[in-house]
Each structure stands twice: as structure tokens, then as C-alpha cells.
């Protein structure tokens, strides 16, 4: 799942919070790099439009690249994913791999 997520700046609102704000802060960055999608810090409501403009964009010219590894059950581990292009123009967002279960059969 590609999670875009859009992050409105409340620092100043919650000023005896700021330890907590950071680490909320990079846990929403994480959690878009890590699914593939993007994260949109706006500290204004002007920023908002454009924020969800090029989210809607964005899924209108996604596409989708599926693979089927060999059978991995019973092994427990992260499996690393790279995609690449050489086209001119092109940009990738990707995740950067995969999570099996112990007994999991990936098909």
C-alpha cells in the first residue's frame, strides 16, 4: 500500500511538545518513504491545494510492477526490492522491500 501522507505544521501551537513533534515527524517521513508514497510538510493552508494536486497526479500516472519470488516458506526475513530505469525523465518512488513470515508462502 502507497501511503501519501500531507503534514500540517502545528509546532507552534503545541511549543512543550517539540520532542514529541520530531519523532511524529519522522515517523510519518518513514512511513511514505517506506510504502512507496511521499510526504507534504505544509505550515500553511495556502500549500494544501498544491499538496493534494500532485497526490491526485500522482495516482493518475502510477503503474504497477509485480513479481513472484521463489517459495520463501518458513523463512523469516526482510527481502530487499531494487528497481531501476534508464529513461530520460523518469522518476521511481519504490519501496524498499518486502517482510515474510515464518511459514508464509509468497506466490
Do not use: W
Not at 511524529?24 to 518513504?33: D, H, I, P, T, V
Not at 500553511?44 to 521463489?70: I, V
Not at 518458513?74 to 530520460?88: C, E
Request: hydrophobic share 30%.
Amino acid at each position: 500500500m502507497i501511503i501519501y501522507i500531507v503534514q500540517y505544521d502545528t509546532k507552534t501551537h503545541f511549543p512543550n511538545l517539540k520532542e514529541e513533534y520530531g519523532r511524529a515527524s519522522e515517523y510519518l517521513r518513514k512511513l511514505a518513504s517506506l510504502s512507496g508514497g511521499r510526504l507534504f510538510p505544509v505550515s500553511t493552508l495556502s500549500p494544501l491545494k498544491q499538496a493534494f494536486a500532485k497526490t491526485a497526479d500522482e495516482l493518475r500516472h502510477q503503474y504497477t510492477l509485480c513479481y513472484y519470488p521463489g517459495n520463501l516458506a518458513g523463512k523469516d526475513a526482510y527481502h530487499n526490492i531494487r528497481v531501476t530505469v534508464d529513461l530520460p525523465g523518469i522518476s521511481l518512488r519504490t519501496r524498499t522491500g518486502y517482510q515474510t513470515a515464518q511459514g508464509q508462502s509468497v506466490r
